[in-house]
C-alpha cells in the first residue's frame, strides 16, 4: 500500500490539532497529508464525484493514481486513522467498527458542524515544519 493521504480542512483549528496528533504519533511517517482547499484534492476528489467545497468531510485516500485508489470518507476516514497508530489507538478503532456507519456519521456530522464554533477558523493553512514538510504534498 502506498503512503495514505489524510485530506483535510486547511484551515479548521479542529482539523490542523488531527493533523499535529498524528504526525506526534506516526512514528513510521507513514500518512500524508493535503489541505482540501488544495488542487491535489480538488483532482483526487473528482474522480471520486466528491464535492471538493465539502469542507465538513475528512478523507483518506489509498493508493492514490492506482486502479485500485479509494477515498474513505467521515468515520470511515477516522477509523482507519486510528487503526494505524501505534498504541492504544486500534482498540478505539475497533470498537468503533462495531457502531452502525449511519450513527458514527451521524456524531461525525455534529463534530463537523460546530467544529469552527468550537475550535476556530484560520485565515489560512498553518506551515508544517521543516522535519514535516516533505509529508504536506500541497506545499
Given amino acids: 500500500m502506498s503512503n495514505p493521504i489524510l485530506l483535510y480542512d486547511g ?12 504526525l506526534r504519533r506516526d512514528r513510521k511517517a507513514i500518512f500524508r497529508f493535503a489541505a482540501l482547499q488544495s488542487p491535489l484534492a480538488a483532482n483526487i476528489l473528482s474522480r471520486h464525484n466528491a464535492n471538493a467545497a465539502d469542507l465538513d468531510t475528512l478523507y483518506v485516500v489509498l493508493n492514490q493514481n ?13 477509523i482507519f486513522i486510528l487503526n494505524h497508530l501505534p498504541g492504544m489507538w486500534p482498540i478505539a478503532g475497533f470498537k468503533l467498527r462495531f457502531m452502525p456507519r ?28 521543516p522535519e514535516t514538510r516533505a509529508r504536506f504534498l500541497d506545499q
Wanted: charged share 25%; hydrophobic share 40%; net charge positive.
Fill in 66 to 78: 492506482e486502479p485500485n485508489e479509494t477515498l474513505l470518507a467521515r468515520s470511515d476516514a477516522v
Fill in 102 to 129: 449511519w450513527l458514527r456519521d451521524w456524531g461525525y456530522g455534529v463534530v463537523a458542524h460546530n467544529r469552527y464554533k468550537i475550535f476556530g477558523r484560520r485565515d489560512s493553512c498553518p506551515l508544517p515544519t
Fill in 11 to 22: 484551515v479548521c483549528g479542529l482539523c490542523n490539532r488531527l493533523v499535529q496528533f498524528i
